[in-house]
């Protein structure tokens, strides 16, 4: 077991199997390194923006912090989403026979989550 709790055979492989090629392994160290260099970025930008020990915020306000976030993080996705949509759009006007997306998905989209 590695530090993480990941056994070497699920790291490589089961009964023989690999689990991972080896594009996925390299692929897999990008996202660890750029995630590692995120959160270090991140952590500090936001010392330097609110100041204080994080570990002394009361709880409530720990949580309070994380809804703005999760709100913060929809907004961005639904602003990606909706950017995607109309590209997706000017693209299929541009050709005759445009892909189609998943029958109803769009609409169960909709439903749940109106613009």
Same mark, same amino acid.
């Given at each position: 077991?590695?530090? #993480?709790? %990941? /056994? *070497?055979?699920?790291? $490589? !492989?089961?009964?023989?199997?690999?689990?991972? /090629?080896?594009? +996925?392994? *390299?692929?897999?160290?990008?996202?660890?390194?750029?995630?590692? $260099?995120? =959160?270090?970025?991140?952590?500090?930008? &936001? +010392?330097?923006? $609110?100041? &204080? @020990? #994080?570990?002394?915020? +009361?709880?409530?306000?720990?949580? @309070?912090?994380? #809804? @703005? !976030? %999760? =709100? @913060?993080?929809?907004?961005?996705?639904?602003?990606?989403?909706?950017?995607? =949509?109309? /590209?997706?759009? =000017?693209? /299929?006007?541009? $050709?005759?026979d445009?892909?189609?997306?998943?029958? &109803?998905?769009d609409?169960?989209?909709?439903?749940?989550?109106?613009?």
């Open positions: 077991m590695d530090k #993480l709790g %990941i /056994s *070497a055979e699920l790291k $490589h !492989e089961i009964k023989g199997k690999l689990l991972m /090629s080896p594009e +996925q392994e *390299a692929h897999l160290a990008q996202i660890k390194e750029a995630f590692a $260099h995120h =959160v270090e970025w991140k952590y500090r930008r &936001g +010392q330097a923006e $609110h100041g &204080g @020990d #994080l570990f002394a915020h +009361q709880e409530l306000a720990l949580i @309070d912090m994380a #809804l @703005d !976030e %999760i =709100v @913060d993080q929809y907004v961005y996705l639904q602003a990606l989403r909706n950017r995607l =949509v109309n /590209s997706a759009k =000017v693209e /299929s006007q541009k $050709h005759t445009p892909p189609q997306p998943k029958p &109803g998905f609409q169960l989209t909709r439903d749940r989550f109106p613009t």
